[in-house]
Protein backbone atom coordinates (compact mmCIF):
# COMPACT_ATOMS: atom_id res chain seq x y z
CA UNK A 1 0.00 0.00 0.00
CA UNK A 2 1.92 3.36 -1.11
CA UNK A 3 -0.95 5.72 0.54
CA UNK A 4 -1.70 3.83 3.74
CA UNK A 5 -4.81 4.67 5.10
CA UNK A 6 -4.20 6.08 8.71
CA UNK A 7 -7.62 4.94 10.31
CA UNK A 8 -7.08 1.53 9.26
CA UNK A 9 -3.48 1.32 10.43
CA UNK A 10 -4.38 2.59 13.95
CA UNK A 11 -6.81 0.19 13.86
CA UNK A 12 -4.62 -2.52 13.23
CA UNK A 13 -2.49 -1.67 15.92
CA UNK A 14 -5.41 -1.86 18.79
CA UNK A 15 -6.91 -4.76 16.99
CA UNK A 16 -4.47 -6.91 15.16
CA UNK A 17 -5.89 -9.65 13.18
CA UNK A 18 -4.08 -12.54 15.51
CA UNK A 19 -5.20 -10.43 18.38
CA UNK A 20 -5.55 -13.44 21.12
CA UNK A 21 -9.00 -12.41 23.13
CA UNK A 22 -11.84 -14.26 25.84
CA UNK A 23 -15.30 -13.53 25.29
CA UNK A 24 -15.44 -12.17 28.61
CA UNK A 25 -13.40 -9.31 27.48
CA UNK A 26 -15.77 -7.99 24.59
CA UNK A 27 -17.88 -5.13 24.95
CA UNK A 28 -20.05 -5.61 21.58
CA UNK A 29 -21.36 -2.78 20.22
CA UNK A 30 -23.99 -4.32 18.16
CA UNK A 31 -25.54 -2.98 14.94
CA UNK A 32 -27.75 -4.77 12.71
CA UNK A 33 -26.80 -6.97 9.98
CA UNK A 34 -28.59 -5.21 7.18
CA UNK A 35 -27.34 -2.78 4.25
CA UNK A 36 -29.59 0.17 5.93
CA UNK A 37 -27.86 -0.67 9.19
CA UNK A 38 -24.34 -0.42 7.65
CA UNK A 39 -24.56 2.51 6.00
CA UNK A 40 -26.68 4.54 8.95
CA UNK A 41 -25.43 2.70 12.21
CA UNK A 42 -21.73 1.59 12.02
CA UNK A 43 -20.38 4.77 11.58
CA UNK A 44 -22.08 5.67 15.07
CA UNK A 45 -20.94 2.01 16.39
CA UNK A 46 -17.21 2.44 15.52
CA UNK A 47 -17.41 6.11 16.56
CA UNK A 48 -18.28 4.80 20.32
CA UNK A 49 -16.07 2.02 20.39
CA UNK A 50 -13.21 4.24 19.43
CA UNK A 51 -14.58 6.55 22.52
CA UNK A 52 -14.70 3.52 24.56
CA UNK A 53 -11.26 2.38 23.52
CA UNK A 54 -9.66 5.78 24.06
CA UNK A 55 -11.53 6.21 27.83
CA UNK A 56 -10.06 2.73 29.17
CA UNK A 57 -6.37 4.17 27.69
CA UNK A 58 -7.26 7.27 30.01
CA UNK A 59 -8.03 5.05 32.85
CA UNK A 60 -4.60 3.12 32.25
CA UNK A 61 -5.96 -0.12 30.74
CA UNK A 62 -3.31 -1.55 28.61
CA UNK A 63 -5.28 -3.25 26.36
CA UNK A 64 -5.67 -6.51 27.97
CA UNK A 65 -9.08 -5.62 29.87
CA UNK A 66 -12.20 -5.00 27.90
CA UNK A 67 -11.84 -5.45 24.48
CA UNK A 68 -15.11 -2.64 22.82
CA UNK A 69 -15.74 -4.06 19.09
CA UNK A 70 -18.53 -3.65 16.38
CA UNK A 71 -20.47 -6.89 16.49
CA UNK A 72 -24.06 -7.69 14.09
CA UNK A 73 -26.86 -8.65 15.47
CA UNK A 74 -26.92 -12.25 13.68
CA UNK A 75 -23.74 -12.98 15.74
CA UNK A 76 -24.59 -11.29 19.20
CA UNK A 77 -27.93 -12.91 19.28
CA UNK A 78 -26.87 -16.46 18.37
CA UNK A 79 -24.11 -16.53 21.29
CA UNK A 80 -25.45 -17.32 24.50
CA UNK A 81 -21.59 -16.32 26.72
CA UNK A 82 -21.69 -13.15 24.50
CA UNK A 83 -25.22 -12.05 25.45
CA UNK A 84 -24.13 -12.34 29.38
CA UNK A 85 -21.51 -9.65 28.39
CA UNK A 86 -22.27 -5.65 28.87
CA UNK A 87 -23.25 -4.54 25.52
CA UNK A 88 -24.53 -1.33 23.36
CA UNK A 89 -27.25 -1.74 20.89
CA UNK A 90 -27.50 0.93 18.26
CA UNK A 91 -29.56 1.29 15.22
CA UNK A 92 -33.31 1.22 15.18
CA UNK A 93 -35.22 -2.24 16.31
CA UNK A 94 -36.76 -2.56 12.66
CA UNK A 95 -32.92 -2.85 11.42
CA UNK A 96 -31.43 -4.26 14.37
CA UNK A 97 -32.51 -7.79 15.68
CA UNK A 98 -30.68 -7.15 19.30
CA UNK A 99 -32.08 -3.50 19.68
CA UNK A 100 -35.62 -5.09 19.17
CA UNK A 101 -35.00 -7.74 21.51
CA UNK A 102 -33.87 -4.66 24.36
CA UNK A 103 -36.40 -2.37 23.15
CA UNK A 104 -39.57 -3.63 25.43
CA UNK A 105 -36.77 -5.05 28.04
CA UNK A 106 -35.13 -2.24 29.42
CA UNK A 107 -36.54 1.62 30.44
CA UNK A 108 -36.20 4.78 29.13
CA UNK A 109 -33.39 7.44 30.36
CA UNK A 110 -33.53 9.65 27.46
CA UNK A 111 -35.70 10.38 24.43
CA UNK A 112 -36.75 13.45 22.19
CA UNK A 113 -40.37 12.00 20.73
CA UNK A 114 -40.41 10.88 17.10
CA UNK A 115 -36.46 11.39 17.21
CA UNK A 116 -34.37 9.22 19.38
CA UNK A 117 -33.98 6.95 22.34
CA UNK A 118 -31.83 5.71 25.10
CA UNK A 119 -32.85 2.81 27.06
CA UNK A 120 -30.58 1.56 29.77
CA UNK A 121 -30.89 0.93 33.36
CA UNK A 122 -30.02 4.14 34.96
CA UNK A 123 -28.24 2.51 37.88
CA UNK A 124 -26.79 0.19 35.71
CA UNK A 125 -27.11 -3.36 37.86
CA UNK A 126 -27.68 -4.57 34.43
CA UNK A 127 -24.96 -3.18 32.28
CA UNK A 128 -26.62 -2.77 28.78
CA UNK A 129 -27.72 -0.05 26.83
CA UNK A 130 -29.57 0.76 23.34
CA UNK A 131 -29.75 3.73 21.40
CA UNK A 132 -31.26 4.85 17.68
CA UNK A 133 -32.17 7.75 16.00
CA UNK A 134 -35.06 8.11 13.47
CA UNK A 135 -32.26 9.97 11.01
CA UNK A 136 -28.71 11.05 11.34
CA UNK A 137 -29.17 14.36 13.45
CA UNK A 138 -31.07 12.10 16.02
CA UNK A 139 -28.92 9.46 15.99
CA UNK A 140 -26.00 12.01 16.56
CA UNK A 141 -27.40 13.67 19.07
CA UNK A 142 -28.50 10.28 21.39
CA UNK A 143 -24.85 9.26 20.52
CA UNK A 144 -23.67 12.11 21.88
CA UNK A 145 -25.75 12.14 24.64
CA UNK A 146 -24.93 8.77 25.59
CA UNK A 147 -20.84 9.39 25.41
CA UNK A 148 -21.29 13.08 27.63
CA UNK A 149 -23.81 11.43 30.15
CA UNK A 150 -23.17 7.58 30.14
CA UNK A 151 -20.40 6.22 28.65
CA UNK A 152 -17.68 6.86 31.65
CA UNK A 153 -19.84 5.15 34.03
CA UNK A 154 -21.03 2.71 31.75
CA UNK A 155 -17.45 1.27 31.33
CA UNK A 156 -16.93 1.17 34.71
CA UNK A 157 -20.03 -1.04 35.54
CA UNK A 158 -18.62 -3.05 32.34
CA UNK A 159 -15.32 -3.50 33.99
CA UNK A 160 -17.10 -4.46 37.28
CA UNK A 161 -18.99 -6.80 35.77
CA UNK A 162 -16.49 -8.46 33.73
CA UNK A 163 -13.72 -8.20 36.37
CA UNK A 164 -10.59 -8.44 33.49
Known sequence: MSDPDPIFQHERLECPPDLEY?????????????????????????????????????????????????????WYLNDELLMQQPVIALGEPG??????????????????DNACQLLMDSELLDVKACLWGVNDESTEAVVSYFETKWLGKFIEAAQMHTDV
Not at 48 to 73: E, F, I, N, S
Not at 95 to 112: D, L
Open 22 to 74: ETEQLLPVVVGAHPRAEFNDRPWAGRLVRAMRQALRDTGDDGTGLLPVVVTDV
Open 95 to 112: RNAAAAYFATRMPSVYSI
